[in-house]
């Protein structure tokens, strides 16, 4: 491999810090570059990069390569956090992560980077970039460890961003990339893992978004329109969500497994116009299950969707491939995945991901499946975009 100027994002993180290193030692000149996203309350016990970034600076003085703080705060509000905020009033689920890696880590970052007369770039995520030489293009490839492949959320990646990036440590199991850490003496090889959202790290998530967002309490269903309980806002709950509803209690005594009256309760369905949220008994109800989904807002990693037929989804990230056939959507710009066994709890908001074996071939935004709100309600359609409409359904 040609020895390039690589510029690699430093988190504060093992996962990034072993990927300079590995770059480092094939002999690349590398160059550290830790990128702060978030100022507001940054100073909270919940998100405080000034921790990250001196966990990076000591990184970077272990492996002897420069190392530059760089402020994208102000496109993090913009092209991100703008967004996440419109999702959520508008009654969805969105996944931040997944704009996050398009807009900021392999766009501004990526950017900033060129300008330092970077040849390329490198991230910790748990992923691979190939070159397929019989189609002349770059894949987006699962990382090789099965628990933390993050491709995912690297789904919107187009083949300039591909062509630029590497990912080192998605050769490598995470247990190896801890052993490599702890052998060469990193200051952070035993660091938990981030598990928060994008850059705004792990908090109380309702408290946060109560900050930002105009909310009002309404009524919980069932599926008989009975109320059962009460929400505090729709914007807080996603469906499939147990915990939090409190609607919930032990089952009785002698009732069958999986049922009876005192069942789990689930978030199934969201009715905005009427600030309804339904809930429904038991994990395999009918409202949970979905054998068709349309998406909207695509981007494919060979900047050309796939031909329709078989291929592989996801419609969240810890779940594991299922079978589905990709057919175009009734109204442009929008597809259809239709699966062999029903998904569960599929959310608008979310994105749905394709893949062909261990190819990640992109994905879109969930916007709607059969039957998501009641036949009663007034289904809202997302601003500046079409409704989509899928068994008497629009979003």
């Known amino acids: 491999m040609p020895k390039h100027r690589i510029v690699v994002g430093l988190s504060g993180g093992v996962d990034s810090a072993v990927t300079a290193y590995l770059l480092k030692k094939a002999g690349h000149e590398v160059v550290g570059i830790f990128m702060k996203n978030w100022e507001d309350d940054d100073d909270s016990e919940y998100c405080s990069s000034n921790v990250d970034f001196i966990d990076a600076a000591a990184v970077a003085d272990v492996l002897g390569i420069e190392i530059e703080h760089v402020n994208f705060a102000a ?15 508008a009654g969805r689920t969105p996944n ?21 007369g970077a040849e390329k770039i490198a991230t910790g995520h748990y992923a691979r970039v190939r070159y397929n030489d019989a189609r002349a ?30 990912f080192p440590v998605g050769e490598l199991h995470k247990t190896e990339v801890r052993r490599i850490a702890t052998e060469i003496g990193l200051p952070n090889a035993k660091k938990k893992d981030s598990t928060g959202i994008c850059f705004i790290g792990e908090r109380p998530f309702r408290e946060f978004l109560n900050r930002y967002l105009q909310t ?42 999986g049922g009876g009256e005192h069942a789990p309760w689930f978030a199934a369905r969201k009715d905005m116009a009427r600030n309804t949220l339904y809930a429904v008994q038991g994990h395999d109800h009918p409202w949970l299950l979905s054998h068709d989904l349309v998406f909207e807002d695509a981007s494919w990693t060979a900047d050309e969707a796939p031909a329709p037929g078989p291929l592989s989804a996801k419609t969240r990230y810890r779940q594991q491939d299922a ?51 009641p036949q009663n309600s007034a289904p809202e359609a997302k601003p500046g975009r079409k409704a989509v409409l899928l068994g008497g359904d629009a979003r």
């Open 96 to 116: 931040p992560d997944v704009l996050c890696n398009a807009e900021i880590k392999f766009k501004a970052f990526l950017d900033h980077a060129m300008r330092l």
């Open 323 to 373: 079978a589905c056939t990709l057919s175009l959507g009734e109204i442009q710009g929008t597809y259809r995945l239709n699966f062999s066994e029903p998904q569960w709890a599929v959310t608008p908001g979310q994105s749905a991901v394709l893949y062909d074996g261990e190819v990640c071939l992109g994905g879109g935004v969930i916007a709607s499946t059969p039957d998501l709100l």
């Open 75 to 89: 496109e993090y509000k913009d092209r991100v956090f703008a967004e996440f905020l419109r999702e959520y009033q």
């Open 216 to 257: 009002k309490a309404g009524p919980i269903k069932d599926e008989r329109e009975r109320t059962i309980g009460k929400h505090v806002g729709l914007s807080f709950y996603t469906l499939g969500q147990r915990q939090g509803l409190g609607i919930g209690g032990l089952k009785e005594k002698g009732a069958p497994r």
């Open 137 to 166: 293009r770059h894949e987006l490839l699962k990382g090789l460890d099965p628990s933390k492949d993050q491709s995912y959320f690297l789904h919107r990646l187009n083949q300039a961003q591909l062509s630029k990036t590497l």
